[in-house]
């Protein structure tokens, strides 16, 4: 989890909360501009078309032509040419979103100070390279007039929206994490969707100084989605649990006194999900809580898949802290809610149910 609290600051303000619900779900306006240019880019008579960055897509349903219409004039624009910098090109599209969710809104596009410190320099090819491109989006939204183009659109997917909207309040994922932990998620979830983004969740997360989170997910487009559908509207339960469960309980994992043995078992060269032990013990209770979700709601195969991807991801113990759960659940008088389970969660117990499997 990376801190990202200017740009979630901005976010909270610049789109409409529905007041009854914990979410906030918009087109987004950073990941949509950084996507009309490199879709010019890439049809550009002026450079031979380079091959799209990885998790990358384009819009359908006459989007694309929308974007020749609205902008098809702009090809020889400073951020045009920019994007289809040979150095430029290799830099996938998740890695350039990372940067953009961290600005605040077009055309200001203003960066966080601690921008430079976030690791992610380096991802987008150096600060240098990352200022160019940063003003070269300032500047084409600015001359472009982005901002109008891009109330259009939302206005044209609003339908599709609030079809998301409705499948994430329907699903009462934030009351059922709720329910199982038998402790409250204090905060809001922000789904920042765009029509380029080839894939679904990924997140950063704030605490704020009031105890409360804002969890900020991205969602994309599958590659299997229906050829009439703009966005990916499906929600994906597993993730609102995963990330809602660190919202809950990270805090409460972190002042546990983990035993030595155990703690050491968590230590592990570096991976993905389990970078440091602390890093570990997290990701094992929350991936763990969210699986038992999925495995009640979604059935054995979707728990499957998500117990598999974690193991992918260096989680070792995930199918031990899975199995722990179960005798929580069985017995939820003496255990009022999952912190009052730790002990025997995260106790030495969990190696010796680890060593079993
Ligand atoms: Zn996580």
Not at 62 to 84: D, M, N, Q
Not at 94 to 120: F, T, W
Not at 226 to 240: G, H, I, K, Q, S
Not at 306 to 320: F, K, N, S, W
Request: aromatic content about 8%; proline content about 5%; charged content about 30%.
């Amino acid at each position: 989890m990376i801190a990202a609290r200017a740009v979630i600051l901005a976010a909270s303000t610049a789109f409409s909360a529905a007041a009854e619900t914990r979410f906030d779900i918009s087109l987004d306006p950073r990941l949509e501009l950084a996507g009309v240019v490199e879709a010019l880019s890439a049809s550009s008579a002026a450079f031979p078309s380079p091959a799209h960055p990885a998790d990358f897509t384009l819009p359908r349903r006459g989007g694309l032509a929308r974007i020749e219409k609205r902008f098809g004039s702009l090809r020889g624009h400073p951020a045009v040419r920019f994007h289809a910098l040979p150095s430029f090109r290799g830099i996938s599209y998740n890695d350039r979103r990372q940067v953009l969710l961290r600005l605040s809104m077009p055309p200001a596009l203003e960066a966080p100070s601690d921008l430079a410190d976030l690791g992610l320099v380096s991802a987008v090819g150096g600060e240098e390279l990352l200022e160019r491109w940063i003003e070269g989006l300032r500047e084409f939204a600015r001359d472009s007039r982005f901002m109008e183009y891009h109330r259009d659109e939302s206005f044209r997917i609003e339908s599709e929206l609030s079809r998301f909207r409705k499948a994430l309040l329907q699903g009462e994922y934030l009351a059922k994490i709720e329910e199982y932990t038998g402790l409250p998620f204090r905060g809001r979830i922000h789904f920042f969707l765009s029509r380029f983004y080839m894939h679904g969740a990924a997140v950063t997360m704030v605490r704020f100084e009031d105890d409360s989170i804002h969890v900020a997910m991205t969602a994309g487009v599958e590659e299997d989605a229906p050829p009439w559908d703009d966005l990916r509207y499906a929600v994906f339960p597993d993730e609102v649990w995963h990330e809602s469960a660190h919202g809950i309980l990270d805090e409460r994992t972190d002042r546990f006194t983990l035993e030595d043995s155990v703690l050491k078992a968590f230590v592990r060269p570096p991976a993905r999900d389990c970078q440091d032990p602390g890093h570990c013990v997290r990701e094992h209770v929350a991936v763990g809580v969210a699986a038992r979700l999925v495995r009640a709601e979604q059935g054995d195969l979707a728990a499957e898949k998500v117990l598999a991807e974690a193991e992918e991801g260096g989680l070792l113990h995930i199918r031990a802290v899975e199995n722990i759960l179960s005798e929580y659940e069985a017995d939820r008088k003496r255990y009022p809610t999952l912190a009052a389970f730790y002990p025997r969660l995260l106790g030495a117990d969990l190696l010796v149910s680890g060593a079993r499997d």
